[in-house]
């Protein structure tokens, strides 16, 4: 066999775009190492970024021209059932890889003015990136789980990277501990199903084996299931397991914030929609119910906390509490129109999150400060980041006509839908709660007397400079993105029709793959 032979084999294709990306990272480093303080280098991994983009963009629509049930033969897993190249895990992908991008690009000033390594922190950042893309795509425990500590290990050094900042180390140390405790907890949940199955790895051999030896509905499943599920919310930081996100957003740097909010987010949700709806079809009933549990719980303590914050960042460390209550619906309604909902708000809120957080980094470099009463009389001296930053809480908060509106409207209808009535009448309160904490903050900003900071503001001349470029990208997806929701909305459902093997454990095909 030669060398043409083994990659057809392995499907290695299927990974191109993490290729790229880990390409990216060590031409990085060597061109660092050999041309020392080169300002140009910064620029590698956004091209690498970019183009696995572009690349998970062709695999997509390669998958859509291609009839799903020819998949059932042929799955497109690739390294010996480490990956699935199914459309679901692209889209993740997708998804992680543009919240990367857009992090990056708010990240230059800040470590430039902080003086610290920048591309090693390039490298950190880039190889979280790379965790959160394999973990969408993992199709077996040990690649779950690798990717998994990718991610995280690389969080918690981001975490703490100012070194001489005490509230950094505090956060890091924190993170770490909480972190490692979670990561036990869904690893001993690993090793039941694990045991359950008689040795199996790949998720698909290992429901299949739990439905033969009729272990599905055991007690040692239940036990799995529940380990499993406490690690999945401690990664979307989803009440009560949220106490670690208020001080790490509170003592992390701002960059390393805006990419936890998003990134570990987005790959905690492709997480559970892999691992539980494949693997706990027959349990999906119980699921639900804990996670409407963990939503209602979310919603609440997220956006009534908020209230009472001082720091824009804490307040937005709550907030994302309370979000990642209104993404749970789209997880618990699930089939077509909650995944697809939750798909579709998952992208808004990247755009919108980030909008806020590249507000907050500007602001800071400017003032050093990021209290909220600081903010006072904004718009006199800064209207262009006052009027992003507005437009990126007011689509947090779901005003019409911003993004955020539109995509909690599908949302809310797809629970409604449904019939979790009760639910989506909670959300509903605690977003009308959440409009009032933001519009506590545009108040500060627009009608306010001007506080000693802003008497202090520099002049600012607007600059192509990477942080007011990525707040530039994320206002505009704020404005318009919720004008394209229905074709959003539409490559979202396409989505989950081109995942055969996501569908067969829900039923939705007659033929399993199994």
């Not at 998003?262 to 706990?280: E, H, N, P, Q, W």
Request: net charge neutral; glycine share 8%.
């Amino acid at each position: 066999m030669d060398f043409r032979d083994l990659i057809a084999s392995l499907h290695a294709e299927t990974i191109f775009p993490e290729g790229v990306i880990i390409l990216s990272l060590l031409v990085t480093l060597l061109v660092d190492l050999i041309f020392a303080k080169n300002t140009w280098v910064q620029a590698i991994p956004l091209v690498g970024l970019a183009s696995s983009l572009v690349i998970l963009v062709f695999q997509w629509q390669m998958n859509a021209s291609v009839d799903p049930n020819l998949f059932l033969s042929n799955p497109q897993i690739a390294f010996v059932g480490s990956f699935q190249g199914d459309s679901l895990g692209i889209a993740f992908r997708f998804l992680i890889a543009l919240s990367g991008l857009l992090c990056i690009l708010l990240s230059y000033e800040y470590i430039e003015k902080t003086r610290t390594a920048f591309v090693e922190f390039l490298v950190l950042l880039v190889t979280a990136i790379l965790g959160g893309m394999l973990l969408a795509g993992a199709n077996d425990l040990v690649t779950l789980f690798v990717s998994l500590e990718t991610l995280g290990l690389s969080s918690y050094l981001l975490t703490g990277y100012m070194k001489r900042d005490v509230r950094s180390n505090e956060a890091a140390l924190k993170y770490l501990l909480i972190g490692a405790a979670s990561s036990a907890l869904l690893l001993y949940g690993l090793s039941w199903l694990y045991g359950l199955s008689g040795g199996h790895l790949e998720l698909n051999y290992i429901i299949a084996s739990l439905l033969a030896t009729q272990s599905a509905q055991s007690s040692s499943c239940w036990l799995a299931l529940l380990f499993i599920t406490v690690g999945i919310s401690f990664k979307i930081s989803a009440a009560p397991f949220h106490q670690w996100t208020p001080d790490v957003y509170q003592g992390s740097p701002t960059p390393v914030v805006a990419f936890l909010s998003v990134a570990s987010k987005t790959a905690g949700l492709g997480l559970a929609m892999r691992v539980l709806a494949i693997l706990f079809p027959f349990l999906a009933s119980q699921w639900h119910l804990v996670f409407e549990f963990l939503a209602v719980l979310s919603m609440i303590i997220g956006n009534c906390v908020a209230i009472t914050q001082t720091s824009l960042k804490r307040m937005l460390g709550y907030s994302s509490i309370g979000q990642a209550g209104f993404l749970l619906i789209g997880l618990i309604t699930g089939y077509g129109d909650g995944y697809a909902s939750m798909l579709a708000y998952i992208l808004i809120y990247i755009f919108m999150n980030l909008g806020a957080f590249a507000g907050i980094i500007l602001f800071g470099l400017r003032t050093g400060t990021d209290q909220i009463k600081d903010y006072a009389g904004l718009y006199n001296k800064d209207p262009i980041l006052a009027i992003c930053l507005s437009v990126s809480l007011l689509s947090l908060g779901g005003i019409p006509p911003l993004a955020g509106f539109f995509g909690k409207l599908y949302l809310f209808w797809a629970g409604w839908k449904s019939g979790f009535y009760l639910l989506i009448l909670i959300a509903l309160i605690t977003s009308v709660i959440s409009i009032y904490y933001y519009l506590r903050v545009l108040k500060i900003m627009f009608m306010k007397e001007e506080s000693v900071v802003i008497e202090n503001y520099p002049v600012v001349s607007f600059a192509q400079r990477p942080t007011e470029f990525g707040m530039g990208i994320c206002a505009f997806g704020t404005l318009f993105v919720g004008l394209f929701l229905n074709p959003i909305v539409d490559v979202a459902q396409a989505t989950l029709y081109y995942s055969p093997s996501f569908q067969s454990s829900l039923g939705i095909l007659e033929t399993s793959v199994f």
